[in-house]
T-cell receptor, first 115, second 111 residues
């Protein structure tokens, strides 16, 4: 298995632009997580899907952030408009089963820089 | 929401010294997972503890879950340069579905 796949690996954009991050979970996994990591705030859970349904989106910072999971093999995290404070590494992780009881498999991350 | 506090935030050791990081909560933890993230990498699962007082070992790594399920520790014996990275504890939050990572402990090892 290729593991969790994220694209792009690096993204540099200007303030105000729309950014779309993509994730392909491991085949057979039915839970997907989006995290944001910064030095100041550590690893923060943004949103968690189970069977393609958002279960907890309380970590989504504000309305500029949105996430979708149209099918079991694809998810997107969109920021519109982007701001410099959104600069961070965004990780996608997947697992099988509900909640976080099973080990999570992380993708390599997308390093986002907003100028 | 429930918080897991991890200490210390940073730890620098000489190669061969031992290292311990602690994860504490004011409320009962459902289960604890530990992850390691190498510099520039992504978190990788190490182990899961479920039972009160549980102890698990992986070579030089020893993981413990407190009797009251409010704390956990990761101990590394005789550190090596390959142990460098950030160690995170993670609480699945049980029925609250509040999934919480600790802030992590960054371990650096001087060869």
């Amino acid at each position: 298995d290729a593991g969790v796949i994220q694209s792009p690996r690096h993204e540099v954009t200007e303030m105000g632009q729309e950014v779309t991050l993509r994730c392909k979970p491991i085949s057979g996994h039915n839970s997907l997580f989006w995290y944001r990591q910064t030095m100041m705030r550590g690893l923060e859970l943004l949103i968690y899907f189970n069977n393609n349904v958002p279960i907890d989106d309380s970590g989504m910072p504000e309305d500029r952030f949105s996430a979708k999971m149209p099918n079991a093999s694809f998810s997107t995290l969109k920021i519109q408009p982007s701001e410099p404070r959104d600069s961070a590494v965004y990780f996608c992780a997947s697992t099988y089963g509900g909640s976080g009881y099973n080990e999570q498999f992380f993708g390599p991350g997308t390093r986002l820089t907003v100028l | 929401g429930q918080q897991v506090m991890q200490i210390p935030q940073y730890q620098h050791v000489q190669e061969g010294e031992d290292f311990t990081t602690y994860c504490n909560s004011s409320t009962t933890l459902s289960n604890i997972q530990w992850y390691k993230q190498r510099p520039g990498g992504h978190p990788v699962f190490l182990i899961q503890l479920v039972k009160s007082g549980e102890v698990k070992k992986q070579k030089r790594l020893t993981f413990q879950f407190g009797e009251a399920k409010k704390n956990s520790s990761l101990h590394i014996t005789a550190t090596q340069t390959t142990d460098v990275g950030t160690y995170f504890c993670y609480d699945s939050g049980g029925s609250n579905y509040k999934l919480t990572f600790g802030k992590g402990t960054l371990l650096t090892v001087n060869p």
